[in-house]
């Protein structure tokens, strides 16, 4: 399996990847209507072909195939999606130490994210811990997620410094 920067060709194939895991692995954490308005209006071609333009996307391979994504904006991992077929073989693991030694590479010695309810347990094992809960309205649904961060044994160096601490946002 290989990790690599997402291509144009990519797109639709990542895409697909999302939405099947959108579909299989978070529709039993989540009310139907918030899973339908994800797929209609969030993570859609448009929207797949943006992310890939204006942040860096990672994708996993096998053998040419798609297995999962993912993407770092500044030092905010967002949108880790394994196919389901192929969960719990270490892919989604592999993504997040990549996009963690980019971005250590570009000097950031803590990384953030919104976790879903579903991967909660899988960040919690990959070192994040949670800083609070946030709530999002997804149509008449009140989502929860979580904050969490790493500052230590992140993927290729130990860096302890809070100078970009200050730059996280939660982009929306
Ligand atoms: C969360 C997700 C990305 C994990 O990817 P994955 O490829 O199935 O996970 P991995 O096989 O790489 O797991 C890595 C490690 O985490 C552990 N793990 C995986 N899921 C876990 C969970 N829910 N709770 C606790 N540990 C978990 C594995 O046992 C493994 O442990 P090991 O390294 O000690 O053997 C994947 O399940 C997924 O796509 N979920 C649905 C989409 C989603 O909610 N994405 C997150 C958006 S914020």
Redesign the pocket.
């Known amino acids: 399996m290989i990790i690599e920067e997402i291509t144009s060709e990519d797109v639709e194939n990542a895409l697909k990847c999302i939405r099947r895991?959108?579909e299989i692995?978070?529709a039993p954490d989540y009310p139907p209507n918030v899973i339908r308005i994800q797929l209609e209006k969030h993570y859609t071609l448009e929207w797949m072909r943006n992310a890939a333009k204006n942040r860096y996307c990672a994708v996993a391979k096998e053998g040419g195939e798609i297995r999962?994504t993912g993407a770092l904006v500044k030092n905010e991992l967002r949108?880790?999606?394994?196919d389901p077929d192929?969960?719990?073989?270490?892919?989604?693991?592999?993504i997040v130490q990549h996009l963690e030694r980019k971005a250590v590479e570009e000097g950031f010695g803590e990384v953030w994210?919104?976790?879903?309810i579903?991967?909660h347990?899988?960040y919690?094992?990959?070192g994040y811990y949670d800083v609070k809960e946030v709530q999002e309205r997804i149509g008449d649904d009140l989502v929860t997620g979580y904050l969490m961060k790493k500052t230590s044994q992140l993927t290729r160096g130990i860096v302890t410094t809070t100078k970009y601490g200050s730059s996280f946002v939660i982009m929306p």
């Open positions: 895991s959108v692995s978070n999962g949108n880790i999606f394994v192929y969960q719990n073989r270490g892919i989604g693991k592999r994210l919104v976790s879903s579903t991967a347990g899988f919690k094992h990959m």
